[in-house]
């Protein structure tokens, strides 16, 4: 069964707007985090953020933030004053503490153009 | 510095030909992946290494043999590969195996095989 849901296969924003970037999850346990990655063109996965279910606040790392809504399962990345260099894929993952071996699950991705 | 390396970067190569992809980080992980990426799609996990003992090995078929020969380095040797085994291959790293540890990955060895 998917545990990552990205229902967005392709988002275009302008220069210096804010973006958000949707995934929700499916999990029964209550222990797990969520991990964003940004995948460029030249193939390089690049760790965004991190959230862990506990977390009392939402991640914020630089320009990128998570709103984070447990009881939705969801946990959409926000990009602030989007740049032409945040055009990439972006994966959204789940690792689940009762499964195997700190196991990633990967959603689809969502394949995000910023225009000047 | 958050730096796994992969080479070579590009690799092309025939039905008979045997080849390796080798990954190397130096932050003191202690687990370390491969992963197979197809384009659009997200990463495949293929093998999954801890304290230099194979822990996952995703039915991965026997033309693809990975090896650790110490906690820095993870190599995958491959034999007799398919074209449908043409692919970017992605190689990451963890502290352990936790769930709160972030896998880096390396930039990746983007594979024809003719």
């Known amino acids: 069964a998917q545990k990552i849901t990205q229902t967005q296969p392709g988002m275009f924003v302008q220069e210096k707007e804010a973006v958000t970037l949707d995934c929700t999850y499916d999990t029964s346990d209550p222990s797990y985090g969520l991990f964003w990655y940004k995948q460029p063109s030249s193939g390089e996965m690049i760790f965004l953020i991190y959230?862990?279910?506990?977390?009392?606040q939402n991640a914020t790392e630089g320009r990128y933030s998570l709103n984070f809504q447990k009881a939705r399962k969801s946990a959409n990345l926000v990009i602030s004053a989007s740049q032409l260099g945040d055009s990439a894929m972006y994966f959204c993952?789940?690792?689940?503490?009762?499964?195997?071996?700190?196991?990633?699950?990967f959603g689809r991705g969502t394949q995000l153009t910023v225009w000047p | 510095d958050t730096e796994v390396t992969q080479t070579p970067k590009h690799l092309v190569m025939g039905m008979t030909n045997k080849k390796s992809l080798k990954c190397e980080q130096h932050?003191?992980?202690?687990?370390m992946y491969w992963y197979k990426q197809k384009a659009k799609k997200p990463p495949e996990l293929m093998f999954v290494y801890s304290y230099e003992k194979l822990s996952i090995n995703e039915s991965v078929p026997s033309r693809f043999s990975p090896e650790c020969p110490n906690s820095s380095l993870l190599n995958l040797h491959l034999h007799a590969l398919q074209p449908e085994d043409s692919a970017l291959y992605l190689c990451?790293?963890?502290?352990?195996?936790?769930?709160?540890?972030?896998?880096?990955f390396g930039p990746g060895t983007r594979l024809t095989v003719l």
């Open positions: 990451a790293s963890s502290q352990e195996l936790e769930p709160r540890d972030t896998q880096y």
């Open positions: 959230q862990g279910s506990y977390d009392q």
């Open positions: 993952a789940i690792k689940i503490w009762g499964s195997t071996l700190g196991r990633l699950y």
């Open positions: 932050m003191g992980h202690r687990a």
